[in-house]
């Protein structure tokens, strides 16, 4: 999931919500630091409101991941878009296709959600401006020994940008993409990867309610690859 999917329910509750783009908001700013459900879990209960808040949120990330990437629909889109990627790419036989296959389901899954519901990603941008930002790196910090300075700086940086909005114009997605390609170090797309995007949105489209559908987590084995 990305962080519209995570979220978006939560809008009422800023440092749960906040805490559901933790994990995320640190492959950006701090990779060292890894914060699993395991941590989150000991503070959950925590007397401080925010901590416990935040401790939850991170908690939800990670068990909506673990079955995110278990159900039917996310191992045959990605894998579909991993196929569709590498013909783009010349048959690039790298990591590159694969990484795309992965987050172009979770991209394009929060573009469907957002068109849906546009009032609603207005209302998750406006519970990330309303919070504290230091105390949201405050929490982090408590459970992740430290870790997570640069998230006070960040999260601020990260609303003002708006840039999920842009997952919902092709061109725009394809600057948001080799923006996380320069990010971990993977090249640049070709102008032309963007014709895949109009049936890749159609393809995601049409199985958002199986990827957000928990009961439809299967074991791995079970999944019908061809």
Known sequence: MNYFAHGREFVDEPYFLAGTAVPDWLNVVDRPTRIRSRQAL?????????????????????QDDGWFHSTRAFAELSMELTRGARDLLAQDAGFRPHFLGHILVEMLLDAALIAADPARLE?????????????????????????????????????????????????????RLNQVMRRVELPQLPRHFADLLPNARQLVTERQAELLTAAAAVEPEKVITA
């Open 42 to 62: 000991e503070y959950v209960e925590a007397a401080d409101p925010c901590l416990a808040a935040v401790a939850r949120g991170i908690v939800r990330h990670c």
């Open 123 to 175: 209302a998750w941008y406006a519970a990330l401006d309303g919070l504290d930002p230091e105390r949201v790196r405050e929490a982090v910090g408590t459970m992740g020994r430290g870790g997570g300075q640069r998230l006070a700086v960040f999260i601020p940086l990260f609303s003002r940008e708006r840039f999920l909005w842009d997952y919902l114009d092709d061109a725009k997605l394809m600057i």
